[in-house]
Nanobody, 116 residues
Framework: VQLVESGGGLVQSGGSLRRSCAAP????????MGWFRQAPGKQRELVAT???????NYADSVKGRFTISRDNDKNTVYLQMDSLEPEDTAKYYC???????????WGQGTQVTVSS
């Protein structure tokens, strides 16, 4: 199973980036989709999740700046990142938790670097 990510890159502090992640229909339709990130020397942490019904959850550090959304017709989840800060620099990973057993599937990860 492959989650295909796109977007990311280098941006200045205060800028914006948009990530997207496409998943197979067999996974996407019955999964909680989410984004995680991992900075050098740190553990992977949750950024945001969204259920098939559209309920969202965010890490405190990104609330008000990041927005997760999903297009169920395109089997794609998005992460809009605004007001980016150098502390947001990390490798970002798309995640699908396939219900009911919450089996994890991961994208390949893409580096996001925010310069000050």
């Amino acid at each position: 199973v492959q989650l295909v990510e796109s977007g990311g890159g280098l941006v200045q502090s205060g800028g914006s980036l948009r990530r997207s992640c496409a998943a197979p229909t067999s996974i996407f339709s019955i999964s909680i989709m989410g984004w995680f990130r991992q900075a050098p020397g740190k553990q992977r942490e949750l950024v945001a999740t969204i259920t098939s019904g559209g309920s969202t959850n965010y890490a405190d550090s990104v609330k008000g700046r990041f927005t997760i959304s999903r297009d169920n017709d395109k089997n794609t989840v998005y992460l809009q990142m605004d007001s980016l800060e150098p502390e947001d620099t990390a490798k970002y990973y798309c995640n699908a938790k396939k219900l009911p057993f919450r089996l994890d599937y991961w994208g390949q990860g893409t580096q996001v670097t925010v310069s000050s």
